[in-house]
C-alpha cells in the first residue's frame, strides 16, 4: 500500500524542513509511520546512525529512545 501511495507523489513533491527526507523513514515519534523529525541535518536520529549511537549511549537519550521504542510498539507493530 505505501509503495501505491508513493508512486502517486509527484517528482517535484518536498516534504517540510522540519521532516526527515530520507526516503521511506517511518519514524515519527508522534504519528509512527510518518517520516520522523529531522534533528541534525536533513534526517531524523533513527535514520543517522552515529547520532542515534550518541543517543543510546548517553543515559538519558537511552531513556528516550526505550520510551519511543515502547510508543512505536503500541501504535504502530509494523514500524516497531
Not at 522540519?18 to 517511518?26: F, H, L, W
Not at 509512527?32 to 543515559?59: H, M, Q, Y
Request: with cysteine; aromatic share 8%; net charge positive.
Amino acid at each position: 500500500m505505501l509503495e501505491a501511495a508513493l508512486s502517486e507523489v509527484p517528482d517535484d513533491f518536498t516534504r517540510g524542513g522540519r521532516c526527515c527526507m530520507k526516503p521511506g523513514c517511518v519514524f515519527n515519534e508522534r504519528r509512527p509511520g510518518f517520516p520522523g523529525r529531522a534533528t541534525e541535518g536533513s534526517v531524523c536520529r533513527w535514520c543517522n546512525p552515529s547520532v542515534l549511537e550518541a543517543a543510546i549511549d548517553g543515559k538519558a537519550g537511552r531513556g528516550h529512545i526505550l520510551q519511543s521504542m515502547s510508543m512505536f510498539n503500541c501504535k504502530d507493530k509494523t514500524v516497531y
